[in-house]
Antibody, heavy 121, light 108 residues
Framework: QVHLVQSGGVVKKPGSSVKVSCKAS????????ISWVRQAPGQGLEWMGW????????DYAQTLQGRVTMTTDTSTTTAYMELKSLRSDDTAVYFC??????????????WGQGTRVTVSS | SSELTQDPSVSVALGQTVRITCQGD??????ANWYRQKPGQAPVLVIS???HRPSGIPDRFSGSSSGNTASLTITGAQAEDEADYYC???????????FGGGTQVTVL
């Protein structure tokens, strides 16, 4: 079966960085991309960006451009999302999702369990 | 345009039909995908593309679109369908995805 397992929750100080991992298993890693989505407390889903695991091409939400970096390690079938210069409004649950790669991002049919990131002084 | 607009909430009587809509310019070009999310859980894909249901999604869920509006219909709503529903599609550049604000569905 397809599984995406994310790293555990963390508490970070404002101005610091966080790196969340997403370990994929149960499918050929490079046949699908990885999308990252976050959800602030009581709010809706916000798409952050995606990475093609085949080409390593990325596209990021314009609101996060310059602060977010998405990478993958195909040898360990793990995707990473790093967010820098953290602010209190980055407090959210962060989800990775397996995304169909149509040359651009498609639908996500499997998701990780979510990683809670709390930004607090 | 870089927005997808959904009604914040809708209610439906048990066993009745409810339609959830999503409006946006990019929907004239790209199909919408629909996700269900229950509190404390990850989203679940319920409809993708023109009207494709992933394995395990009941056939009471269906999708359609017309012009700049995509719709998710639940025919014969069940208590377990109570959740937040989000539409999602590419933006007009085709490079990025957007989410609608979500619709909270209450089954009475």
């Amino acid at each position: 079966q397809v599984h995406l397992v994310q790293s555990g929750g963390v508490v970070k100080k404002p101005g610091s960085s966080v790196k969340v991992s997403c370990k994929a298993s149960g499918y050929t890693f490079t046949n699908y991309g990885i999308s990252w989505v976050r959800q602030a407390p009581g709010q809706g889903l916000e798409w952050m960006g995606w990475i093609s695991t085949y080409t390593a091409k990325t596209d990021y939400a314009q609101t996060l451009q310059g602060r977010v970096t998405m990478t993958t390690d195909t040898s360990t079938t793990t995707a990473y999302m790093e967010l820098k210069s953290l602010r209190s409004d980055d407090t959210a649950v962060y989800f990775c999702g397996r995304v169909h790669d149509y040359g651009g991002p498609g639908e996500s049919d499997y998701w990780g369990q979510g990683t809670r990131v709390t930004v607090s002084s | 345009s870089s927005e997808l607009t959904q009604d914040p909430s809708v209610s439906v009587a048990l066993g009745q039909t409810v339609r959830i809509t999503c409006q946006g310019d990019s929907l004239r070009i790209y199909h919408a995908n629909w996700y269900r999310q229950k509190p404390g859980q990850a989203p679940v894909l319920v409809i993708s593309g023109e009207n494709h249901r992933p394995s395990g999604i009941p056939d009471r869920f269906s999708g359609s679109s017309s012009g700049n509006t995509a719709s998710l219909t639940i025919t014969g709503a069940q208590a377990e369908d109570e959740a937040d529903y989000y539409c999602n599609s590419r933006d007009t550049s085709g490079k990025r995805l957007l989410f609608g604000g979500g619709t909270q569905v209450t089954v009475l």
